[in-house]
């Protein structure tokens, strides 16, 4: 075989230079069509595995779905999804890939800057087959996923005979049903409670709070035979079917049993441990004595190393709550793992006296700041009444219904036995904050005091939802206006003061009459009223000015939604 010369190319056959331009002028036209592709198609013939195709049509699904997160399961494919000019909520309904039954932990979700977004809640409708849930705005692209796992511990106690409140099973990892409490003789005595909670940890609580149960604490513990039997006790429940470990609140253990409690809890965690089980314990705030901090019974350094989780019991007034807090975590940041400590987190509102702090629901404090007074001794045709809220008119000396900066909750003051009284309402709002303290601190969750379904309690859960799925809260204060008292009446007149009072101008025929005064939180609203007799002048004694409801001089107070809530801009959180 010779070697091609430089001249052999222009000495070919005329047959073999055809075949050679044919060849040319095919692989210009597939290339053709392969650029032609990438221009209509925008690259999406070499996408990658991590983003979505190109949509080819509105409404339609893409055949990849970017990788959920960690802690997350797809259950729809993502679909795009047409820009929409409609105002205010849309409802979007997604198709899922199977029919599923249970609807826990679920969201509609949107791919956008490479990162997944929730965008809302979701419940599942046509027998499980799909998903719904209202958005602010249509997104570009949507899909269902369902949260499988959290990165921050969220667990509340409830108490023996109640119901755990739905909303709160979507964002606890765990629950601590408190049905024990301890005998001095070193066992335990209650019953284990019936809950439905499919997929969360159970660690039922022993509690030793009432003055028997704390004086059996302090008797075992000062006993190693009865700390033996108190320790297999405990082990006996954390084993049964069911249960995760074993949860205990021991607030008042004597300073004087600090080695032995320690001791106690050493040995417990390691049994536990040993079979597989967890310990979680709830101490209370260590208190600061000058440049000293006192612990009580308690070494954080030695439970906080052994324990699975250590719930710290908050400071309970909120005038220093924040203050005394951000104390209290840069004293255990060097002495104990953050992510081991959880933030106990209450539902009750707070009112404030001079002989003391005492814990209310909502419904009393709501109670309390629609609490109606008539000051006109007689009621007349045509005559003027004047009425006022108890509890928030200002030239009485209230303070009227306002955002508290210090606490970073709603409250009110007011003249009350003893001297000048403060309420402040705990809501989603106030919530909020302490979940963003959890957060800014880094600890590692939070637990509710309370997370029984209860309609006099609060309904905060919407901020742990975010808290939950991404570890970011939304801070929000409410709109000023819907601070500011509402007057209605049945008939008559009314012109209402800015200070939380009204006069009413009776209708010129006689008869009873209704005048309701309307408060809010900032979350709901609650409305009491007073039934006015108004009567002709006659001769005789002169007649009541407000004829009471049965119970008391109104109706009581009952918290309904607020739909007309606009959050301000958000404030700054506490530093």
Known sequence: MSEPGPFDRILESSAARDRTARGVLLAMGALGLLLLGFVLFGGSLFGDGNQPAAPTAPGSTNARLPKVPEGYEALSRLRTLEASQEQGP??????????VSDGRN?????????????????????NGAAAKGQVSEVPSNVAVLRRTASSVNVSGWVLPGQQVDPAALEVLTAINPVDYYPLADGTVAGTASVLSAPGKAILPT??????REIE??????????????????????ALQPGYAGIDLDYPSVAPARKPDFTAFINVLADRLHASNRLLTITLPPPVKAGINWDTGAFDWKEIGRVADQVKLA??????????????????????VDLRKVSLVVGRASREKAPNGLRLISLREALSIASALEVRTAALAPGSSVVIVGKNIFQDDGATGIRWDEQAFAVSFSYPGV??????????SLSVAFKLDFARRSGLGGVHLDDVALDPASASLWEPFVSYVEDGTVKLSQPNGVLLRPLWQSQAGTIEPGQKGNVVWKAPPQ???????LIVSDGVVRAIQKVVLDVRAPAAGPTPAAGTPRPGGASTPASPTPTRTAAPAASPTPPR
């Open 90 to 99: 849309v409802e979007l309904t997604v198709s899922l890939e199977e029919p």
């Open 106 to 126: 679920i969201g509609l979700y949107t791919y956008r800057g490479g990162k997944w977004q929730r965008i809302a809640s979701a419940t599942l409708v046509n």
């Open 206 to 211: 022993v509690r030793a709070t009432a003055p």
């Open 216 to 237: 059996a604490v302090n008797t075992i513990l000062a006993s190693p035979q009865l700390r033996d039997a108190h320790i297999s006790a405990l082990l006996q429940i």
């Open 314 to 335: 908050p400071e309970l007034d909120p005038s220093i709550y924040y203050r005394r807090m951000e104390e209290i975590v840069a004293f255990l940041k060097p002495n």
């Open 418 to 427: 003893g001297g000048q009284r403060t309420v402040w309402f705990e809501n």
């Open 510 to 516: 006689a008869g009873v009459y209704d005048v309701s």
